[in-house]
Each structure stands twice: as structure tokens, then as C-alpha cells.
């Protein structure tokens, strides 16, 4: 594996990870993996080729042979699939359910690891996920697993949602949100679980602004950052 430092921020949907990542690797000059969008792009890949998503060796085909590329502009990263910008196609409430149906198949998670450790690059890697520490960076010099409530994650995702104009009610979002945190933490392949050396930092009673601070800290303790 690359000797560049990886600074790896896991947990739930809806804690912020995407934020504070977007941030740190803004602040450190550093590449940025948001694993999830792997995910994501692998599920709307099957949608367009009409793979069936329970196919596990179907759906590892389509992971292995994923024309994919992040490419960073002012407003955060875009996703590419085979030349076509997906980033708002990806982010559907669909687009995530999707990608935890995905995520749950092993051949899948394994299609995707070194697509995923190559991007451990210098100066260094932010790598937002669920399994950054426990699977994928296991050597990672930090490691962040970052919480909120299941409710003060549906209420910002409502609020985003609302934003950009779709309706949906909150009840509802509170009710995917508590599905998908099951789906992802019991799953026997990588399991949504902090490493046992993840510093927790529950961000349900803290800015946007609060949790960077936080996390700078951390990077700063670990010379990482100065
Ligand atoms: O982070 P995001 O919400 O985009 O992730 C979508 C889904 O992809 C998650 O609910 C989870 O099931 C899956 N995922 C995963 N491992 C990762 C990143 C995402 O299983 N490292």
C-alpha cells in the first residue's frame, strides 16, 4: 500500500462526514474518496444495463468494469460514469438505497477495494466511507467515526432535501434512515462499526463548522496538520 497518510471518516448517513471531509481535504491540500459515491454509481450502472441487483456476480461485473472518475471543482466533487456527469443522478433517496443493496455483496465490496486503496496518493487521502478504517485503511494514521442522532440526521437531510425543492416528509426520511442504518450494520462484510482505534465525535449538538474544528485538532495532534 502507498505510504501517503489517509485520514478516514467514517459512519452513518446523514452525520456530516461529507461536509467535514469536502473541508479537511480543502484545508490539508489532499485527495479526497467519497466511497460512497463508488457505491452509488455501481447501483445507477445496473439500473442502465439492466443488471438485477440481488445478481451478486452480475452486479461485480458492472463494479470491475466501472468507468468512473471524481473530478473536483470549487463546489465539491463531480461523478463521472463513462463520460456522463451522474453527480445528481447519484444522490437520490433512491440513488442510496440502491447503493446499500449493493454494498451488502461481497464480490462487489471486493471489486471495489484497490480501486479504492490506489487512491492513496500523496500528499495524502481523506476517505469518507463506513469501512475506511476497519477494512480498507486499517494502517490510517486518524481515523474519525463521526454520529448524530437518527433524528438530527433525517431533519438535515430534510432541509437539504427541501432545498433543492423535493417534498418529502420527514417521518419517512426518519424511517429510511433507521433501515439503512440496520442494513449497513448488520451486514456480516464489513459491517458499519467504528475501529477500535476511531475517535467518535457525535455531531448532533455541533455545527458544520464545529466538527471541522474538531477534526483539525485531531489532525494537528497527530502531525498530520500544522
Ligand atoms: O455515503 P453514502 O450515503 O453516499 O453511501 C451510500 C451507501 O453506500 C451507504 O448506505 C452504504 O450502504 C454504502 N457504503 C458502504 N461502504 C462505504 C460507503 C458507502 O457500504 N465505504
Redesign the pocket.
Known sequence: MSAAPVICV?G???AG??TVSLRLAAALGWHLL???????VVGFACRQAGVSLDDSDAVAGVARALDVDFRPTDAGVTVWLSGDDVTSA??SEE???D??????LEPV?AALLLR?QELARLPGLIA?????GTV?FPDAPLKIFLTASAEARAERRFHQLQGLGESVSLARLLTDIEQ?DA??QS?SI?P?VPAEDAIVIDSTALTADEVLQAACELAKSRKLMS
Not at 466511497?35 to 452509488?40: D, H, M
Not at 469518507?128 to 475506511?132: A, K, V
Open positions: 467514517d452513518p448517513s446523514g462526514k461529507g467519497d466511497s460512497g459515491a463508488l457505491y452509488r447519484i444522490r440513488g442510496g438505497a447503493a446499500s443493496l449493493v454494498a451488502a465490496r479504492q469518507d466511507g463506513r469501512d475506511m480498507v439503512r442494513r449497513d451486514r464489513s458499519l
